[in-house]
């Protein structure tokens, strides 16, 4: 069965510091890849995904993510943060279903 | 514009008082999902619905039901709340195979 980890359940970082949120995935077939941001009292919103191709996709808001078949990792990043990016982000694999199945998130949080 | 309404947003109920949360979309999207949200847990999926009279449980459908008579709503029934479905809860849809998911606001629901 497919399954997500976030390593990190917090991660706070100083304004205009490089941030890289961890995801590691487990899947026995190809999957598709999935980076998702919840900002506060809000819905969740598409950041980027890896459906196939290039193993570097970028997203919204200056993020970027490396899809790593030999890691099973889809680690997400961003050079530069601005306290706007505080929010909790999520990673999701398809489940064999088509359906997405989630991490259990990590926190960002930027401080000035 | 396209999106995903979810109807109340907030509510405080007590249990075993029936009550339903109401999920429209506009999209004409085959795809519908709810999903529970818990601190610490992530999201997890309750129920889904491939397309109209189509409905399959999720990860955590007990003391859940679903019914898909028309495409554009989905909602989600707790015949007898009790306190541990105390959560946030999240509908979402898109089109079957587009791996791209369109979440609701949230509702978020207290049960005494």
């Known amino acids: 069965a497919q399954s997500v980890t976030q390593l990190d359940s917090q991660v706070p970082v100083f304004e205009e510091a490089p941030v890289e949120l961890r995801c590691n995935y487990s899947?026995?077939?190809?999957?598709?890849l999935f980076w998702y941001v919840q900002y506060p009292n809000q819905g969740l919103q598409l950041l980027l995904k890896y459906l196939s191709g290039s193993t570097l996709v970028k997203g919204i808001n200056g993020f970027e993510a490396e899809f790593n078949k030999s890691q099973t990792s889809f680690h997400l990043r961003k050079p530069s943060v601005h306290i706007s990016d505080t929010a909790e982000y999520f990673c999701?694999?398809?489940?064999?279903?088509?359906?997405?199945?989630f991490g259990k998130g990590t926190k960002l949080s930027v401080k000035p | 514009e396209a999106q995903v309404t979810q109807n109340p947003r907030y509510l405080i109920t007590v249990t075993g008082k029936k009550l339903t949360v109401t999920c429209s979309q506009n999209m004409n999207h085959e795809y519908m999902s709810w999903y529970r949200q818990d601190p610490g847990l992530g999201l997890r999926q309750i129920y889904y619905?491939?397309?109209?009279?189509?409905?399959d449980k999720g990860d955590v459908p007990e003391g859940y039901k679903v019914s898909r008579k028309e495409k554009r709503n989905f909602p989600l029934i707790l015949e007898s709340p009790s306190p541990n479905q105390t959560s946030l809860y999240f509908c979402?849809?898109?089109?079957?195979?587009?791996?791209?998911?369109?979440f609701g606001a949230g509702s978020r629901l207290t049960v005494l």
């Open positions: 899947s026995s077939v190809s999957v598709y």
């Open positions: 619905s491939m397309n109209v009279e189509v409905t």
């Open positions: 999701a694999v398809t489940g064999s279903q088509g359906n997405l199945i």
């Open positions: 979402a849809s898109q089109f079957s195979g587009a791996n791209v998911l369109t």
